[in-house]
Each structure stands twice: as structure tokens, then as C-alpha cells.
């Protein structure tokens, strides 16, 4: 059996060097086809319409796209976050369609987009017992 | 391009390393102070499906209500409040308001009342209050903190008959409440569920998913690790694996892939299988820690891992994170806790909080 750890603790401050976010494309017409590399085309296309080439030329992820949602989740460095929002917030066509994206959640920890309590829905009196879902 | 727009929020993690086994480890009092609970995730390497041991802890986790339009004040009653706010066993938070926008009620086992209101509600209330940690440059919010197990807080006393009348006369304040006690109907005499049933509410119980994760690289974990040790990948990293892990999120990108570039962090070896459990509802401590003390009791026999991780992510809308700490949302509201356990009961504990929070402890 090993020896038992030392007592070690530690606090950091701002130590994450990205900030994850998980928005919504909502679309005038309602939902359709879109692939994740066309959803961030858009989102490219977004950051260099009010940065120009040189200051949208800053990397970020989509982790995550679902089509049937549209709903994506992006990693951006903490540096490219405000640029990255504000564009976001400016887009407002795609393919002529007219469109918003909506930020749903911002954090500093991925972990923390998957436990947001602003989801939990009491309306209807939950069933007893438990649901399995094994893939 | 100005500095201004590359500057972000204050975020904090609070990393703690020890043995679940020393006497002056705290874990047990960081669990206990965290009293609002959404959701615990569990993670466990190498593992096909839920142990019957762990998902008989979960279903023996309390039931919790949704009481609609509950006046405050109801709460505040005589019998109601010596026989089951002030015996430490009694949660309450109103349930779908926002923190930064709502007043918010909440009731602590510690036998206080917390109440975080607009500047407009705080005036008409006439109780006494502090504002806000959280403000920028007009105060807008202000918390009201009452020990209701104080002998100036006894019923009959003149702060008492202020603050029914506060609260029935002058600002009636009625909200949607989630309610849990761990006390039966024998033990507070049946005045909960009398106080229930004259107003419409529904019981609700903890809601589990279990999903089994196939082959996929995963961090290794070593727990002599100290800090600066490449043994083991640092903390932010495992807490980002964590999250693409619960979220379904691809980690094994090329770096010129367009979509994304994520992958494990390093070190990591290759898991077979694994199982990601979530439970969610209103959970509180003593379940939690209960539960911990089941997933500690996963390494009595001989595993193929020699870690597991439970993560529990508190109300983004809470007026408190730990303990009586003011919790506020800016851009997010998080205040959660990760352990790591270890075979040898080494664990490390993560403790994570937003720029509208105090450090963790």
C-alpha cells in the first residue's frame, strides 16, 4: 500500500488560458441543414467583418456542433473571448437568411457548461426511479 | 488593438491534496458547507456499468418538493420553525430566479435565512441588511442574512414580530420554492407535509443517466503527485477532460483540423471502457457526502483503475456558494467541486468559483 499523500494546497487565480462557451443559431425561417465547418465559416466570417484579417486572426475550437440544435460549444483563449462575443453578437445573416446567435452559458471551465442549473425543469412531477441510457 | 478587450473575469481554483484517512483533512466539513446542489457527475475508468452498491446510495438520495407560491412568511411560524427550520436538517431555495435579477430566498441547515433583493424590495422590507459584495458603481442589490436560531430571532421577540410583519404586511414575498428536509413526518411531527398541502406542490426524485464511454484516451493520474510533477496532467487540464468527457465532446483532434484542435492532455493511456453517471435535482450534502463515502469504498476490492472523479456543480443562482459566502452570477455562476479519489484514499479536491464569489475554502 503506498504512504498516504502530504497535505498539499494550492489557489489559482485566472490560471485557465481559455474561456468556453456554449451558443444557439436561431434562424428567422427555423432550423436547417447546416454542417460544424459551415457553422464556423459564419463565425469567421462574423470576426473578420468587424475585426478585419489581422484582428480576427486568432484561433478558437468548435468542440461540439449538433445539427438538429444548432447548438455549438467553442474554446476560445482568454484574450480572443471579448472580440469572439461581440462578433457573435453581430452576426445577423446567413445565406441571405436572417439570423441571431445566442450565448447560453460563458465559463472558464468547460466542466461547468455541463452542470447549469438554469436547465433544471420542475414543471412536470419527474417519475420515480431511473433512467438508463447505455450506449 | 486595445489591451481593454483582451482582458477577462476573475476566475479561482482551490486545489487540496491529502488522504481521506488523516484526521485533519477537511473534506468532510467542504462537502457539508456546500449546501445547494444540482447535479453529481461520476466518472470511473475501466468500469462497464453502475456498481449495485453506489446506485443503491443513489436511490436512497432524498426526495425534494416544488412548492409554488409559498408565501415567506409561512415558513417563519412558530411550530414550523422549532420544529424543523431550526433542527439542521432543512434546505430551501427559491427555484427558477435569478440571482442577478430576482430576489432570491434561500433557508440554510444552519438554521438562517438568506435573503438577496433589489434596491427597491431591500427599501420597502425596513429589515437590516449589507449590500452587495458584488456592484459596480450604484449598489442594486443588498443581502439579507437572519440566524433565525438567535435568542433576538425567538418568536415573541421584537425582531421576530418585525420580520413576519416585514414579510406579510409590507412585502408579502411569495415564490416558487424547492424544498428538502431529512427529517420524516414522525420526527417534525407532520407539520412539513401540513404545511405542503395547503398550497400546491409536487414531489420530485433525483433523476439518474448512466452512459457507458467506449474506447477513448483518458489522463493518468498519480497521487504523489505535487505541484510542478509531470507525472499527471495539471489540474485545468484534467477539469477541461472532465467536461468534454460529461458533454460528449471528441478528443482525439489533428492539430490542423478546422473544427477543433482538443485533445487528452498528457500524460494518458487508452481506456476501454468507462462509465459516466450524472444525478440531478436538489441534492444536499448528507447525500453527497454519502455517496462519497460508497465511491471510496470502490477500491475495497481489487480495479483496473486506480482513480475515479465525482464532480458536484452547485445552483448557478444561489445567493451563497460555501458556507454563508456570497455567491453572485456576472457572465457565469459557477461554484462546483471535483474529487479525485485514489485506491490508496489519497484524493484530490477541486474547488472551482466564478468573479462574483469568494475564494472556496
Excluded at chain 1, 89 to 96: A, D, E, P, R, V
Excluded at chain 2, 263 to 268: L, N, S
Excluded at chain 2, 316 to 336: A, Y
Aim: glycine share 6%; with cysteine.
Amino acid at each position: 500500500m503506498e504512504e498516504p499523500a502530504a497535505f498539499e494546497r494550492l489557489v489559482y487565480k485566472n490560471a485557465s488560458n481559455f474561456h468556453y462557451m456554449k451558443i444557439c443559431l436561431v434562424l428567422e425561417n427555423g432550423s436547417r441543414n447546416i454542417e460544424a465547418a459551415q457553422f464556423k465559416q459564419l463565425i469567421v466570417s462574423g470576426l473578420r467583418q468587424l475585426y478585419g484579417e489581422v484582428g480576427a486572426a486568432f484561433p478558437f475550437d468548435l468542440l461540439k456542433f449538433d445539427p438538429g440544435t444548432l447548438t455549438g460549444i467553442l474554446r476560445v483563449y482568454n484574450s480572443g473571448l471579448v472580440k469572439l462575443w461581440s462578433a457573435l453578437t453581430l452576426i445577423g445573416s446567413y445565406q441571405n437568411e436572417l439570423c441571431a446567435v445566442r450565448v447560453t452559458q460563458v465559463s472558464p471551465f468547460l466542466l461547468a457548461l455541463s452542470g447549469n442549473s438554469r436547465e433544471l425543469e420542475l414543471d412536470q412531477a419527474s417519475p420515480t426511479g431511473e433512467k438508463l441510457l447505455l450506449t | 488593438m486595445s489591451p481593454e478587450l483582451e482582458k477577462c473575469s476573475r476566475s479561482l481554483l482551490v486545489c487540496e491534496k491529502s488522504n481521506f484517512t488523516k484526521e485533519k483533512s477537511r473534506y468532510d466539513i467542504h462537502v457539508s458547507k456546500h449546501y445547494f446542489n444540482y447535479k453529481v457527475s461520476i466518472v470511473i475508468p475501466e468500469c462497464a456499468s453502475l456498481p449495485a452498491s453506489i446506485a443503491g446510495v443513489i436511490n436512497s438520495f432524498n426526495s425534494y418538493y416544488r412548492v409554488r407560491d409559498l408565501p415567506i412568511y409561512k415558513l417563519l411560524e412558530e411550530e414550523f420553525l422549532e420544529k424543523v427550520v431550526k433542527k439542521g436538517q432543512f434546505y430551501a431555495l427559491s427555484y427558477n430566479t435569478r440571482i442577478d435579477e430576482d430576489n432570491t430566498i434561500a433557508f440554510l441547515p444552519s438554521g438562517q435565512l438568506i435573503l438577496s433583493v433589489d434596491k427597491d424590495t431591500y427599501e420597502q422590507l425596513g429589515l437590516e441588511g449589507k449590500p452587495s459584495q458584488y456592484k459596480h458603481r450604484k449598489v442594486l442589490r443588498y443581502v439579507v442574512t437572519i440566524d433565525l436560531t438567535d435568542k433576538l430571532m425567538s418568536p415573541g421577540a421584537k425582531r421576530y414580530q418585525r420580520l413576519i410583519t416585514s414579510l406579510k404586511e409590507w412585502v408579502p414575498i411569495k415564490c416558487d420554492l424547492m424544498i428538502s428536509s431529512k427529517m420524516t413526518a414522525e420526527e417534525d411531527g407532520g407539520v412539513l407535509q401540513n404545511l405542503l398541502s395547503q398550497y400546491s406542490f409536487e414531489e420530485h426524485r433525483p433523476t439518474l443517466h448512466t452512459h457507458t464511454l467506449k474506447e477513448m484516451p483518458c489522463p493518468s493520474l498519480h497521487s504523489t503527485d505535487r505541484h510542478g510533477d509531470e507525472k499527471s496532467c495539471d489540474p485545468h487540464h484534467f477539469l477541461e477532460w472532465l467536461g468534454a468527457v460529461s458533454m460528449d465532446i471528441s478528443s482525439d483532434n489533428e492539430a490542423s483540423s478546422f473544427l477543433s484542435t482538443y485533445v487528452c492532455p498528457d500524460p494518458q493511456s487508452l481506456m476501454s471502457h468507462g462509465l459516466l453517471c450524472t444525478v440531478t435535482g436538489f441534492l444536499i450534502p448528507e447525500d453527497i457526502y454519502s455517496l462519497l463515502l460508497e465511491l471510496r469504498r470502490y477500491f475495497d476490492e481489487p480495479k483496473f483503475t486506480s482513480w475515479l472523479s465525482m464532480t458536484v456543480h452547485g445552483f448557478v443562482d444561489s445567493p451563497v456558494s460555501w458556507g454563508t459566502t456570497e455567491h453572485g452570477f456576472l457572465k457565469s455562476g459557477e461554484n462546483f467541486y471535483n474529487f479525485v479519489c485514489f485506491r490508496n484514499q489519497d484524493y484530490w479536491l477541486h474547488m472551482a468559483t466564478g468573479s462574483h464569489d469568494g475564494c472556496p475554502p
